[in-house]
């Protein structure tokens, strides 16, 4: 059955970069009812695509571009994309998901998806307009940032072309590497490597085919009253909207999980001084938002200090001001604001950025690098000096550049003695919220998908903020795996929508539901069968993970978490208590002791359907 | 219970105003006396205090027409979240009155809270007593009992939070309680199972401030053509410029039978697109909301507004601004202003594709359909533009326009 | 303040209130001499009814545990004396590291009822309301306590002062003013007639606190010793105080019947510039 008008562009476009052939498959419609579109999609193009043990940054790894029935329609933050691949740096599967306008143009342009296979020799952008795709030569543009490189394309094929590209970062296949687009970014797990592989260096694209959906009255009305439940709720028409992200931050150093000095511990002194008010206050002059999105997080900052002045960049955010604030030690907004430009310059991950920072900072602290492998760098904690230089070096890839720009895990295996404070999962750094002090976000770190990533099981908000009722923040019980679940299913199902996280934080799944259904026409008969979907999801990439040779043991934290107590903070003397949860979790998601997913949850979420 | 839900209708419109009792002296209840008797002017059918405070506003109450008294029996720390002074750590209810206590302060009900959703069932046993003691109170009293149960605890999830929302409704009735209070589920079709599920009268909670009286109003409206028997609006009313309109606004719809619309008065007649550039946000709801009015799907391509891009914090929505010049350079005379409300009309039968006015147009707002071969132009959707509706920045709002000497055409 | 009041409960409490807030001036000093039963003997107060003695014609009310009230009653006989206020509620709270025995966990509980206050010829009941607890429960443990309370007072025309302290690190930061505001709020909206607090620190908030409570506010000054020129006590009266209540401030100061002098005339005379 078709899908057309049903949210759904219905196709997918497939190119080979060696060969530039472009083919255009139809989108089954029992993938899009088992899996909507997006993350579900995304891991499901890639688990039939990439062959087993594909090296990432290989031309058989494929990189896939993906929306859902909801991407660009009125659904409330309806804005946003995934990239999903193989991950250079974890070598799990990977969706990092992107917000701005480019989805919903894909959409427009009239794909649903677009998967992209092999790699070219000479540098290359993938034109897409109104169903149509070529290869266009990049050499014009290869070593330009992502801000010049999207200025540059936009100006010479016309403003309302939609621009996503790599910088110099990506080129390099740096594991950090990200993909930005309209000052957002597809940011984790090196997505922006794999693109640099390729030797692609940007997609443009522009279309103007319009999305229909199933029940356009129905629809309309729906979409309006998931809007009037955002209105309705002080995070997402105020606290949000006001102070973006870093609206968490106060509190989160209260309950004494922010980040400090590479983990060292979860209260931060000058907190205050990097908080969401100091900086509505200072530096914030514009609020903006992605495609269909009233909750309009994103604020652009007016750097004012010396060395900055005229600097404009979106940001920083919750993570960014962990990762280069609080977890570096320091307290400088304008020097946050001004590495976190240069990450979007560069095309590299904030997160990660900040946190191999973090780790250098340390391991300079403890004698174990020198200033002279730092190219001269006085990496002392807290230092705004240090903190460019070093953002500065692994962005161009030089001087200490040559050794950051890998990643911790890579590191930490060429320093003899840095193991004990490279803190990753999988090798993906960690992200701004100790696990010592919310049980939950430690299971989470430990079995997401793709490493340590917080967007997955995100527990934070009820264990820390008192969301939803709230939860000990302590406990690592039956109730908290259950907890981390549930919100493990939620994500997953915004993800494979895709509408924005942020709305679930004032609307419930019940609202996504009640726009799926006269979106797509799919009638999944009650909320629980849409969380069930985002459980699929969820086991259908442990799959893939599974396939390419993860197991229990890989499933862990570092030390530092397992076994050093939090030295300060509400919750002093804690550490993760890990072993309980992962077996909860295992058995609650149906997964045998390895993490395995059984036969009878594959049967009954239908993967065994899907992946025949 | 009819002093509160109005015989001839059943219905009843409720203030809740004992807030600070469990956050506070928040905005809109610092000086409550102050403000509940302007609420009072606009004849509320009761009001929700706390003992303390049902005791100090007692003479609120005295009269014919005066609103029904009703006393919060009990405390809670549950809705100190974060946002407020020093949050609750973990949820806590207790006991403060006793239903004999609320007769002798000459209430007509008292109202008591109950939880559901806690991972400690022992923590949901005590809820359920709690609430059991106040029906044997209030059934040897003669007193009736309102409940309000609510989710809350950390087995609430997104997915179960409208099936506990209802179970909790019909545990509350089947303990005792004479009526509910409850929060609205978001739409009819859903919160029509819960009233079902409760089997007394339901009033709808109105929680937190809805940010735009049509928001509030349209609620209520969904509410009642759910079977609710009423509403209890707290903070949207204390907190309102003119409390008193507040509540009269919510009456006309609850016992007077008048339509959100009727009651909102919107701006009628011929109206303009008025824009406010400093507030716009980029998100470009405006554009995806035209093409959809308009019937042609979400299409940012084909609207008839758009959002320029002036620089990394600078946006503006670009809109119709009824100038006329697409008009005076159509050569078939197939553009003209609608006599009546003074917008740009199509009459296709005289178009011939010439894209004269897509040309003519000052600002660039008037496009072309290449398959139907006629433009798509702004047409204020005919007397109620979406995008000034759907607009949640208010970067374009919707007004009258202006006496015209005469025709501009 | 109490208006539109017609039952026989009420006029109770306005009565008992009136017998030592003035009628006049609507102001009230109030000295607390129930210490040893919240930390064991403390200086100035080791012969209670020494002090008694030397403080009864300054002040217009002492705050007493029920034990010693009982055994005080003489003071307390004719017209001159001070209303008795019986302490109803125990605390650890104040025990800090220079006491004996340093309280680790604050804790709280009941010690009698309003009916024992009743017997003791009490004018009030006094009680604390804590927020700041480590355990949110004992934080509903305590309001349940005040509000149980405050049923038993309206049920015989009792007057109950609810002093409404935020304690702990929870409650030492930016935050104070408006945990101060919290407290007394939810006291006064569980049933106290009248709320004392500690200073929020500058005469804004305390104002605005002074404004929304609603019934009278007693400054809270036990802590600290009370020495001239009593900046805090002339900022809270000028913010809309309606008196203050000293405890160990008072008894802790070299000479403390001549600072209860001073502070009379500062509470009792003191003009408001508003």
């Given at each position: 059955?078709?899908?057309?008008?049903?949210?759904?562009?219905?196709?997918?476009?497939?190119?080979?970069?060696?060969?530039?052939?472009?083919?255009?498959?139809?989108?089954?419609?029992?993938?899009?009812?088992?899996?909507?579109?997006?993350?579900?999609?995304?891991?499901?193009?890639?688990?039939?695509?990439?062959?087993?043990?594909?090296?990432?940054?290989?031309?058989?790894?494929?990189?896939?571009?993906?929306?859902?029935?909801?991407?660009?329609?009125?659904?409330?933050?309806?804005?946003?994309?995934?990239?999903?691949?193989?991950?250079?740096?974890?070598?799990?599967?990977?969706?990092?998901?992107?917000?701005?306008?480019?989805?919903?143009?894909?959409?427009?342009?009239?794909?649903?998806?677009?998967?992209?296979?092999?790699?070219?020799?000479?540098?290359?952008?993938?034109?897409?307009?109104?169903?149509?795709?070529?290869?266009?030569?990049?050499?014009?543009?290869?070593?330009?940032?992502?801000?010049?490189?999207?200025?540059?394309?936009?100006?010479?094929?016309?403003?309302?072309?939609?621009?996503?590209?790599?910088?110099?970062?990506?080129?390099?296949?740096?594991?950090?590497?990200?993909?930005?687009?309209?000052?957002?970014?597809?940011?984790?797990?090196?997505?922006?490597?794999?693109?640099?592989?390729?030797?692609?260096?940007?997609?443009?694209?522009?279309?103007?085919?319009?999305?229909?959906?199933?029940?356009?009255?129905?629809?309309?009305?729906?979409?309006?009253?998931?809007?009037?439940?955002?209105?309705?709720?002080?995070?997402?028409?105020?606290?949000?909207?006001?102070?973006?992200?870093?609206?968490?931050?106060?509190?989160?150093?209260?309950?004494?999980?922010?980040?400090?000095?590479?983990?060292?511990?979860?209260?931060?002194?000058?907190?205050?001084?990097?908080?969401?008010?100091?900086?509505?206050?200072?530096?914030?002059?514009?609020?903006?938002?992605?495609?269909?999105?009233?909750?309009?997080?994103?604020?652009?900052?007016?750097?004012?200090?010396?060395?900055?002045?005229?600097?404009?960049?979106?940001?920083?955010?919750?993570?960014?001001?962990?990762?280069?604030?609080?977890?570096?030690?320091?307290?400088?907004?304008?020097?946050?604001?001004?590495?976190?430009?240069?990450?979007?310059?560069?095309?590299?991950?904030?997160?990660?950025?900040?946190?191999?920072?973090?780790?250098?900072?340390?391991?300079?602290?403890?004698?174990?690098?020198?200033?002279?492998?730092?190219?001269?760098?006085?990496?002392?904690?807290?230092?705004?000096?240090?903190?460019?230089?070093?953002?500065?070096?692994?962005?161009?890839?030089?001087?200490?550049?040559?050794?950051?720009?890998?990643?911790?895990?890579?590191?930490?295996?060429?320093?003899?003695?840095?193991?004990?404070?490279?803190?990753?999962?999988?090798?993906?750094?960690?992200?701004?919220?100790?696990?010592?002090?919310?049980?939950?976000?430690?299971?989470?770190?430990?079995?997401?998908?793709?490493?340590?990533?917080?967007?997955?099981?995100?527990?934070?908000?009820?264990?820390?903020?008192?969301?939803?009722?709230?939860?000990?923040?302590?406990?690592?019980?039956?109730?908290?795996?259950?907890?981390?679940?549930?919100?493990?299913?939620?994500?997953?199902?915004?993800?494979?929508?895709?509408?924005?996280?942020?709305?679930?934080?004032?609307?419930?799944?019940?609202?996504?539901?009640?726009?799926?259904?006269?979106?797509?026409?799919?009638?999944?008969?009650?909320?629980?069968?849409?969380?069930?979907?985002?459980?699929?999801?969820?086991?259908?990439?442990?799959?893939?993970?599974?396939?390419?040779?993860?197991?229990?043991?890989?499933?862990?934290?570092?030390?530092?978490?397992?076994?050093?107590?939090?030295?300060?903070?509400?919750?002093?003397?804690?550490?993760?208590?890990?072993?309980?949860?992962?077996?909860?979790?295992?058995?609650?998601?149906?997964?045998?002791?390895?993490?395995?997913?059984?036969?009878?949850?594959?049967?009954?979420?239908?993967?065994?359907?899907?992946?025949? | 219970?009819?002093?509160?839900?109005?015989?001839?209708?059943?219905?009843?419109?409720?203030?809740?105003?004992?807030?600070?009792?469990?956050?506070?002296?928040?905005?809109?209840?610092?000086?409550?006396?102050?403000?509940?008797?302007?609420?009072?002017?606009?004849?509320?059918?009761?009001?929700?205090?706390?003992?303390?405070?049902?005791?100090?506003?007692?003479?609120?109450?005295?009269?014919?027409?005066?609103?029904?008294?009703?006393?919060?029996?009990?405390?809670?720390?549950?809705?100190?979240?974060?946002?407020?002074?020093?949050?609750?750590?973990?949820?806590?209810?207790?006991?403060?009155?006793?239903?004999?206590?609320?007769?002798?302060?000459?209430?007509?009900?008292?109202?008591?809270?109950?939880?559901?959703g806690h991972s400690d069932d022992e923590r949901e046993a005590q809820n359920l007593r709690l609430m059991a003691s106040f029906a044997r109170q209030c059934d040897k009293m003669g007193l009736p009992l309102i409940v309000e149960p609510l989710p809350m605890g950390e087995r609430v999830t997104g997915a179960n939070f409208a099936d506990l929302a209802t179970a909790a409704v019909r545990i509350a009735a089947e303990a005792g309680a004479d009526a509910i209070k409850a929060v609205y589920t978001g739409d009819v079709e859903t919160f029509s199972s819960l009233?079902?599920?409760?089997?007394?009268?339901?009033?709808?909670?109105?929680?937190?401030?809805?940010?735009?009286?049509?928001?509030?109003?349209?609620?209520?409206?969904?509410?009642?053509?759910?079977?609710?028997?009423?509403?209890?609006?707290?903070?949207?009313?204390?907190?309102?410029?003119?409390?008193?309109?507040?509540?009269?606004?919510?009456?006309?719809?609850?016992?007077?039978?008048?339509?959100?619309?009727?009651?909102?008065?919107?701006?009628?007649?011929?109206?303009?697109?008025?824009?406010?550039?400093?507030?716009?946000?980029?998100?470009?709801?405006?554009?995806?909301?035209?093409?959809?009015?308009?019937?042609?799907?979400?299409?940012?391509?084909?609207?008839?507004?758009?959002?320029?891009?002036?620089?990394?914090?600078?946006?503006?929505?670009?809109?119709?601004?009824?100038?006329?010049?697409?008009?005076?350079?159509?050569?078939?005379?197939?553009?003209?202003?609608?006599?009546?409300?003074?917008?740009?009309?199509?009459?296709?039968?005289?178009?011939?594709?010439?894209?004269?006015?897509?040309?003519?147009?000052?600002?660039?707002?008037?496009?072309?359909?290449?398959?139907?071969?006629?433009?798509?132009?702004?047409?204020?959707c005919r007397g109620a533009p979406s995008c000034g509706l759907w607009c949640q920045p208010e970067a374009i709002v919707t007004e009258r326009q202006k006496e015209r000497k005469n025709d501009a055409a | 303040m109490m208006s539109g009041r017609g039952t026989g409960v009420a006029l109770g409490k306005s009565l008992r209130l009136s017998s030592f807030i003035a009628i006049e001036d609507r102001k009230s000093l109030i000295v607390e001499l129930d210490q040893g039963l919240m930390q064991g003997p403390t200086r100035g107060s080791l012969d209670l009814q020494?002090?008694?003695?030397?403080?009864?014609?300054?002040?217009?009310?002492?705050?007493?545990?029920?034990?010693?009230?009982?055994?005080?009653?003489?003071?307390?006989?004719?017209?001159?004396?001070?209303?008795?206020?019986?302490?109803?509620?125990?605390?650890?709270?104040?025990?800090?590291?220079?006491?004996?025995?340093?309280?680790?966990?604050?804790?709280?509980?009941?010690?009698?009822?309003?009916?024992?206050?009743?017997?003791?010829?009490?004018?009030?009941?006094?009680?604390?309301?804590?927020?700041?607890?480590?355990?949110?429960?004992?934080?509903?443990?305590?309001?349940?306590?005040?509000?149980?309370?405050?049923?038993?007072?309206?049920?015989?025309?009792?007057?109950?002062?609810?002093?409404?302290?935020?304690?702990?690190?929870?409650?030492?930061?930016?935050?104070?003013?408006?945990?101060?505001?919290?407290?007394?709020?939810?006291?006064?909206?569980?049933?106290?007639?009248?709320?004392?607090?500690?200073?929020?620190?500058?005469?804004?908030?305390?104002?605005?606190?002074?404004?929304?409570?609603?019934?009278?506010?007693?400054?809270?000054?036990?802590?600290?010793?009370?020495?001239?020129?009593?900046?805090?006590?002339?900022?809270?009266?000028?913010?809309?105080?309606?008196?203050?209540?000293?405890?160990?401030?008072?008894?802790?100061?070299?000479?403390?019947?001549?600072?209860?002098?001073?502070?009379?005339?500062?509470?009792?005379?003191?003009?408001?510039?508003?």
């Amino acid at each position: 059955m078709q899908l057309e008008n049903r949210g759904y562009a219905g196709a997918v476009l497939r190119i080979n970069l060696k060969l530039g052939r472009t083919k255009v498959e139809q989108l089954e419609e029992d993938i899009a009812r088992l899996l909507l579109g997006g993350k579900g999609l995304g891991s499901y193009l890639l688990y039939k695509t990439a062959p087993k043990g594909v090296d990432p940054l290989s031309p058989q790894n494929p990189l896939i571009f993906a929306t859902g029935p909801l991407t660009g329609t009125l659904a409330p933050s309806s804005g946003r994309f995934c990239v999903v691949t193989k991950s250079p740096t974890t070598g799990t599967m990977n969706d990092s998901h992107c917000g701005g306008f480019f989805g919903p143009e894909l959409k427009y342009a009239g794909f649903d998806a677009v998967v992209i296979e092999d790699s070219s020799d000479e540098p290359v952008y993938l034109l897409i307009k109104n169903g149509e795709a070529e290869l266009q030569p990049a050499n014009g543009v290869w070593g330009k940032t992502t801000v010049e490189t999207e200025t540059t394309l936009r100006k010479n094929l016309g403003e309302e072309y939609r621009v996503a590209s790599i910088g110099p970062c990506g080129e390099r296949c740096s594991p950090i590497a990200g993909i930005l687009t309209d000052m957002r970014s597809a940011g984790r797990g090196g997505t922006g490597a794999v693109m640099g592989s390729k030797k692609l260096k940007a997609i443009a694209v522009k279309g103007s085919k319009p999305v229909g959906v199933h029940n356009q009255g129905k629809f309309e009305k729906m979409a309006w009253i998931a809007q009037r439940a955002l209105r309705m709720n002080e995070t997402t028409v105020r606290s949000l909207p006001e102070y973006g992200t870093a609206n968490i931050l106060m509190m989160i150093n209260q309950t004494g999980a922010l980040p400090t000095r590479n983990f060292q511990t979860g209260r931060f002194p000058e907190a205050e001084k990097i908080s969401g008010e100091t900086l509505r206050d200072t530096l914030w002059v514009r609020d903006i938002a992605c495609m269909g999105c009233t909750i309009k997080c994103s604020k652009i900052a007016a750097l004012k200090a010396e060395p900055y002045l005229g600097t404009k960049v979106d940001g920083p955010d919750y993570e960014t001001l962990f990762s280069l604030g609080s977890n570096c030690g320091v307290g400088d907004t304008e020097a946050i604001a001004y590495t976190n430009h240069l990450c979007d310059l560069y095309g590299m991950d904030t997160i990660s950025t900040g946190c191999i920072i973090a780790f250098t900072m340390e391991l300079y602290e403890k004698g174990i690098l020198t200033r002279k492998e730092l190219g001269g760098v006085d990496a002392k904690w807290g230092s705004p000096g240090a903190l460019v230089a070093l953002t500065e070096s692994i962005g161009k890839g030089v001087g200490a550049g040559n050794l950051l720009q890998w990643g911790v895990r890579n590191m930490s295996e060429r320093l003899p003695g840095s193991e004990p404070f490279a803190l990753h999962v999988k090798g993906l750094e960690v992200p701004g919220y100790e696990p010592r002090a919310a049980q939950g976000m430690g299971l989470g770190y430990a079995v997401s998908d793709r490493g340590g990533c917080h967007l997955r099981a995100y527990t934070a908000g009820t264990e820390l903020c008192g969301y939803g009722g709230g939860a000990d923040p302590k406990a690592y019980d039956q109730g908290k795996v259950q907890l981390a679940i549930d919100r493990e299913d939620e994500k997953a199902v915004v993800d494979s929508a895709v509408i924005c996280f942020f709305t679930l934080f004032g609307m419930r799944l019940k609202e996504v539901y009640q726009m799926i259904e006269p979106c797509t026409g799919f009638n999944y008969g009650s909320v629980r069968e849409l969380k069930n979907l985002g459980a699929r999801v969820v086991s259908l990439t442990r799959m893939f993970n599974v396939r390419e040779g993860f197991e229990r043991k890989d499933d862990t934290l570092p030390k530092r978490f397992l076994e050093n107590p939090l030295p300060d903070g509400p919750a002093k003397g804690e550490v993760v208590h890990l072993e309980p949860m992962v077996q909860a979790y295992y058995e609650l998601r149906g997964w045998d002791e390895n993490g395995v997913p059984t036969s009878e949850t594959l049967k009954s979420l239908q993967i065994d359907k899907i992946l025949k | 219970m009819s002093k509160i839900l109005d015989p001839p209708d059943g219905r009843g419109v409720v203030v809740a105003a004992d807030h600070g009792f469990m956050l506070g002296s928040i905005e809109g209840v610092e000086d409550l006396e102050g403000t509940l008797s302007r609420v009072v002017e606009g004849r509320p059918d009761a009001i929700l205090l706390s003992p303390g405070q049902a005791a100090r506003l007692n003479h609120l109450f005295r009269g014919r027409d005066a609103p029904a008294l009703l006393v919060r029996a009990d405390w809670t720390n549950a809705f100190r979240d974060k946002t407020y002074t020093l949050p609750a750590r973990t949820v806590h209810r207790r006991a403060v009155a006793e239903a004999r206590d609320a007769i002798s302060l000459g209430a007509s009900a008292i109202v008591t809270y109950y939880f559901m959703g806690h991972s400690d069932d022992e923590r949901e046993a005590q809820n359920l007593r709690l609430m059991a003691s106040f029906a044997r109170q209030c059934d040897k009293m003669g007193l009736p009992l309102i409940v309000e149960p609510l989710p809350m605890g950390e087995r609430v999830t997104g997915a179960n939070f409208a099936d506990l929302a209802t179970a909790a409704v019909r545990i509350a009735a089947e303990a005792g309680a004479d009526a509910i209070k409850a929060v609205y589920t978001g739409d009819v079709e859903t919160f029509s199972s819960l009233v079902k599920a409760a089997g007394i009268p339901v009033l709808i909670l109105g929680g937190a401030k809805a940010k735009t009286l049509r928001d509030a109003l349209e609620i209520v409206d969904e509410a009642l053509e759910a079977g609710a028997a009423g509403v209890v609006y707290g903070r949207q009313v204390l907190q309102a410029s003119d409390p008193a309109q507040f509540v009269r606004s919510v009456r006309a719809i609850v016992h007077e039978g008048k339509t959100v619309l009727q009651v909102l008065n919107p701006v009628t007649g011929p109206v303009r697109l008025r824009v406010f550039p400093e507030r716009c946000t980029r998100c470009r709801v405006c554009e995806l909301i035209c093409t959809s009015t308009h019937g042609q799907g979400f299409s940012p391509a084909a609207a008839r507004l758009r959002v320029e891009f002036l620089g990394v914090d600078s946006y503006k929505p670009v809109t119709c601004t009824l100038c006329g010049q697409c008009i005076k350079a159509c050569p078939t005379d197939a553009l003209s202003f609608h006599p009546e409300l003074h917008y740009v009309q199509l009459n296709p039968e005289r178009c011939n594709g010439c894209m004269d006015c897509v040309q003519a147009c000052p600002v660039k707002v008037v496009r072309f359909d290449e398959q139907r071969s006629l433009p798509i132009i702004c047409d204020m959707c005919r007397g109620a533009p979406s995008c000034g509706l759907w607009c949640q920045p208010e970067a374009i709002v919707t007004e009258r326009q202006k006496e015209r000497k005469n025709d501009a055409a | 303040m109490m208006s539109g009041r017609g039952t026989g409960v009420a006029l109770g409490k306005s009565l008992r209130l009136s017998s030592f807030i003035a009628i006049e001036d609507r102001k009230s000093l109030i000295v607390e001499l129930d210490q040893g039963l919240m930390q064991g003997p403390t200086r100035g107060s080791l012969d209670l009814q020494l002090v008694l003695a030397s403080l009864s014609a300054d002040a217009d009310a002492v705050v007493l545990s029920p034990g010693n009230a009982g055994r005080s009653v003489p003071r307390f006989m004719g017209r001159a004396a001070p209303a008795l206020i019986v302490r109803a509620d125990w605390t650890n709270a104040f025990r800090d590291q220079s006491s004996v025995l340093p309280a680790s966990e604050v804790r709280h509980a009941m010690v009698c009822s309003t009916e024992d206050a009743v017997a003791l010829g009490a004018s009030a009941v006094a009680a604390y309301f804590f927020i700041g607890y480590r355990d949110d429960e004992d934080e509903a443990r305590n309001m349940e306590s005040i509000a149980l309370l405050a049923r038993q007072c309206d049920r015989l025309g009792m007057p109950l002062i609810v002093e409404s302290v935020p304690i702990g690190e929870r409650t030492a930061g930016a935050n104070f003013a408006d945990c101060v505001d919290l407290a007394t709020r939810m006291a006064m909206e569980a049933g106290a007639d009248a709320v004392a607090a500690p200073y929020t620190g500058d005469e804004k908030t305390f104002h605005a606190l002074a404004e929304s409570v609603g019934v009278p506010l007693f400054l809270l000054y036990s802590t600290d010793p009370i020495v001239e020129p009593f900046s805090v006590v002339r900022s809270s009266l000028d913010a809309g105080a309606s008196g203050v209540i000293v405890g160990r401030s008072l008894l802790e100061v070299e000479n403390s019947s001549e600072t209860l002098k001073k502070l009379r005339h500062i509470v009792h005379k003191q003009r408001r510039e508003r």
